[in-house]
T-cell receptor
């Protein structure tokens, strides 16, 4: 079983829809949670960064962390065709000794105009 | 402010050869991590460097190695290339050890034939 599970999709939605992307994890020690967006043939771009449980909002994006359920989500409001990309969740331990990230496999999102 | 720069962007090598990839982190960032991305395995951690020292290593064979220079630039080397080494190699830059916000370069696409 992988430490981080993510539905690979593909997920296809119409423009303007609310998108929900999710990851589950098995290691309760994970403390920092990130969402990256990766366009085809590009490197991952950091979208959201959260610490421990709770919500964080940035424009059309909202990240949620539920540590009790070991579940994290990314919501995209008013989705646009330019949001079409692969979305990767990542997480890491609280230790200051490493920057190692554990990634989900990524969800491919297509927003149809 | 310049982002993470990886060179070369694309590389084609023959089985048995060796290859060196380069990464220049964001100015002022002192921690560099390397990841391998393949369609089947997703993003997997290779190793990380801080202050010219390898701080953590992933589960890859000894053919994969790296180093960091005093100016924080990093190189990774793969010797005796195998077909399965074909992948996108990504470098991530962080401010310091324990700073979990990581910013990725565009990657080097390595094809082994």
């Amino acid at each position: 079983q992988k430490e981080v599970e993510q539905d690979p999709g593909p997920l296809s939605v119409p423009e303007g829809a609310i998108v929900s992307l999710n990851c589950t994890y098995s290691n309760s020690a994970f403390q920092y949670f990130m969402w990256y967006r990766q366009y085809s043939r590009k490197g991952p771009e950091l979208l959201m960064y959260t610490y421990s449980s709770g919500n964080k909002e940035d424009g059309r994006f909202t990240a949620q962390v539920d540590k009790s359920s070991k579940y994290i989500s990314l919501f995209i409001r008013d989705s646009q065709p330019s949001d079409s990309a692969t979305y990767l969740c990542a997480m890491t331990l609280p230790s200051g000794a490493t920057n190692k990230l554990i990634f989900g496999t990524g969800t491919l999102l297509a927003v149809q105009p | 402010k310049a982002g993470v720069t990886q060179t070369p962007r694309y590389l084609i090598k023959t089985r048995g050869q060796q290859v060196t990839l380069s990464c220049s982190p964001i100015s002022g960032h002192r921690s560099v991590s390397w990841y391998q991305q393949t369609p089947g395995q997703g993003l997997q951690f290779l190793f990380e460097y801080f202050s010219e020292t390898q701080r953590n290593k992933g589960n890859f064979p000894g053919r994969f190695s790296g180093r960091q220079f005093s100016n924080s630039r990093s190189e990774m080397n793969v010797s005796t290339l195998e077909l399965g080494d074909s992948a996108l190699y990504l470098c991530a830059s962080s401010l310091a050890q324990g700073e979990t916000e990581a910013f990725f370069g565009q990657g080097t696409r390595l094809t082994v034939v």
